[in-house]
């Protein structure tokens, strides 16, 4: 019954290194966007996909970027790791048509960089 | 850009009820969500208004007015279940795939 799967749930990353969170879809969506939730700030948009190979920015982009190479897939990659990264990242997808549907979301990836 | 509001905490007693309120500013509109959210776990959808009025969903209604930038989410009979976090997501009708999200309401429901 899981729908939108991320890789990792808890992980602990260095400071200047490249990390890479993966989720994975089965629902056939073609939309997916990967949030950050840091508390009093809500979750803010970093990057979103309307379809295969496509992306755009969302509202916090610096110092993440994306890969979108199968439909199911979108990886969020952190070029270089920094303190200020440490938060819970969400991932979610939709469908492309029907403007009632919300996002279905993955369980998260709790990211602390030392 | 988008600006939405929502109160930080509220509390309340089993069996209770109570309102969340949601206010925005939005450069275009095309939907408002509410979304709960438990402590460690993704967000779940509950509900989706587009249009003026109130929508009823068992326990949970939706009500939206377009004209005041105003929503609020009311939770009956509460029960200990309840206590988590209420998001208020907005969509604008200028981009129609993205989200935009209050910080979040945590309700504690009391005994």
């Known amino acids: 019954d899981v729908k939108v799967t991320q890789s990792s749930r808890y992980l602990v990353k260095r400071t200047g290194e490249k990390v890479f969170l993966e989720c994975v879809q089965d629902?056939?969506?073609?939309?997916m966007f990967w949030y950050r939730q840091d508390p009093g700030l809500g979750l803010r948009l970093i990057y979103f996909?309307?379809?295969?190979?496509?992306?755009e920015k969302g509202d916090i982009p610096e110092g993440y970027s994306v890969s979108r190479e199968k439909k199911e897939r979108f990886s969020l990659i952190l070029e270089s790791a920094s303190t200020n990264q440490t938060s819970m990242y969400l991932c979610?997808?939709?469908?492309?048509?029907?403007?009632?549907?919300?996002?279905?979301f993955g369980s998260g990836t709790r990211l602390t960089v030392v | 850009g988008q600006n939405i509001d929502q109160p930080t905490e509220m509390t309340a007693t089993e069996g209770a009820i109570v309102q969340i309120n949601c206010t925005y500013q939005?450069?275009?509109?095309?939907?408002l969500f509410w979304y709960q959210q438990h402590a460690g776990e993704a967000p779940t959808f509950l509900s989706y208004?587009?249009?003026?009025g109130l929508e009823e969903k068992g326990r949970f209604s939706s009500f939206l007015s377009r004209s005041k930038g105003y929503s609020y989410l009311l939770l009956k009979e509460l029960q200990m279940k309840d206590s988590a976090s209420y998001l208020c997501a907005v969509r604008a009708f200028s981009n129609d795939y993205k989200l935009s999200f209050g910080a979040g309401t945590t309700v504690t429901v009391r005994a």
């Open positions: 939005t450069s275009g509109f095309n939907g």
């Open positions: 996909s309307y379809d295969v190979k496509m992306k």
């Open positions: 208004n587009v249009l003026d």
């Open positions: 979610a997808s939709r469908p492309r048509q029907g403007a009632s549907y919300g996002y279905t």
């Open positions: 629902m056939d969506h073609e939309n």
